[in-house]
């Protein structure tokens, strides 16, 4: 399956730097970092996320199939609703984190960066007779918008009454005439939203975005996500969900799903290791760097950036459970560094109106 690029890459700013996540070549900044990390907690910023692929599940037993493969009870998800939920594999280790979108005749499955081959693969190998799994990517073109001032963009954009939708609400609606699909969503703690557009349009539609916002990147949407513990997968993959911070995503209480022998098992047995944020001065650690206390090796850093919101370092760490706290002192790759909770940064969202 050839790499994902951007359906609208044509019509990027000259100068946009891109990197590869898993099968997708993505634009991780189309200025500086700094700019485009302030229109997502300051103002609003459009995210080009043509490296997710947005996949059709169908057949008469597509919920059944649905709620097999899905970490979280979607069997009276509606054609107005959306929800984040992991796929997992048996042994429960995370596939993809996808978004969920409900739909009349099944449901749309919205993968993470660059994991939608291995997601279609997943798919696949546990579909029946009852069940079609397409690709949709070739036919749509997904974009978000971020910000407390993201519900303005909307309304100037596309209708007013859809900036005020009820978190996780899908709508049918439509846009310069063209239909699309439009739901209240986000990654960032701020206002969200999500548009699946025809992919003959996406370009119209990318244009007339930056009219109303600042594009953003991979790098200050990722740099957001950690900033509200919003797992990033392609950073953060754990040898299971306890250890990763994600049970959120999963409901135990299903009584059948792909995985849950697994994660049951996890749940009932000796505490492990788990993953808490932390933050200090010194230089941006590598994946990998031992965290010790009193010289004593104890975990490692799972990932680490330069928050522009925190002006420090933050990362996360992996250590034992009883460790897994905030305001415990450690040191990583010799500086030190303090555990916090989360959100390590507010969103100006939660204080802002939508009005």
């Known amino acids: 399956m050839a790499p994902l690029t951007s359906a609208v890459k044509s019509a990027h700013p000259e100068g946009t730097a891109y990197g590869t996540v898993g099968e997708a070549e993505v634009p991780l900044r189309f200025s500086t970092l700094e700019a485009e990390y302030d229109a997502i907690r300051s103002r609003a910023a459009v995210v080009d996320l043509s490296g997710e692929r947005v996949i059709e599940v169908s057949g008469p037993d597509a919920v059944e199939f649905a709620q097999k493969v899905l970490a979280r009870d979607v069997e009276f998800l509606t054609a ?116 699946i557009a025809p992919r003959e349009s996406a370009e119209a539609l990318w244009h007339k975005a930056l009219e109303q916002a600042v594009p953003a990147g991979q790098d200050a949407l990722e740099l957001a996500m950690l900033e509200v513990r919003q797992p990033v997968l392609h950073r953060e993959t754990a040898a299971d969900i306890l250890e990763m911070g994600a049970s959120w995503l999963v409901d135990i209480t299903k009584e059948d799903f792909v995985g849950r022998d697994a994660v049951l098992a996890v749940f009932n047995g000796p505490a492990g290791r788990r993953t808490v944020g932390f933050s200090g001065q010194g230089e941006v650690p590598a994946a990998g760097t031992e965290v010790t206390v009193d010289g004593e090796v104890i975990g490692e850093v799972v990932h680490a950036v330069h928050s522009v919101g925190l002006e420090a370092t933050l990362g996360l760490v992996r250590v034992p459970a009883d460790l897994a706290a905030a305001g415990l002192r450690l040191t990583v790759g010799g500086s030190e560094v303090t555990t916090l909770t989360s959100p390590y940064v507010t969103p100006k969202s939660w204080s802002t109106p939508i009005i």
């Not at 429960?92 to 499955?109: N, T």
């Not at 997943?122 to 397409?134: C, K, P």
Request: proline fraction near 2%; charge should be negative.
């Open 80 to 195: 107005e609703r959306c929800m984040t939920s992991l796929v997992l594999a048996e042994d429960g280790s995370a596939v993809d984190q996808v978004v969920v979108w409900g739909r009349e005749d099944g449901m749309l499955l919205e993968s993470s960066a660059g994991a939608g081959t291995k997601l279609l693969e997943h798919l696949r190998s546990q579909a029946g007779a009852g069940v079609e799994i397409t690709d949709r990517t070739e036919e749509f073109a997904l974009f978000g918008l971020e910000g407390p001032y993201a519900w303005g963009v909307v309304g100037r954009l596309i209708d007013g009454e859809l900036a005020a939708l009820p978190f996780e609400t899908v709508a049918d609606t439509q846009w310069d005439g063209v239909d699309i699909l439009f739901a209240r969503t986000g990654v960032t703690g701020e206002y969200g939203y999500k548009v």
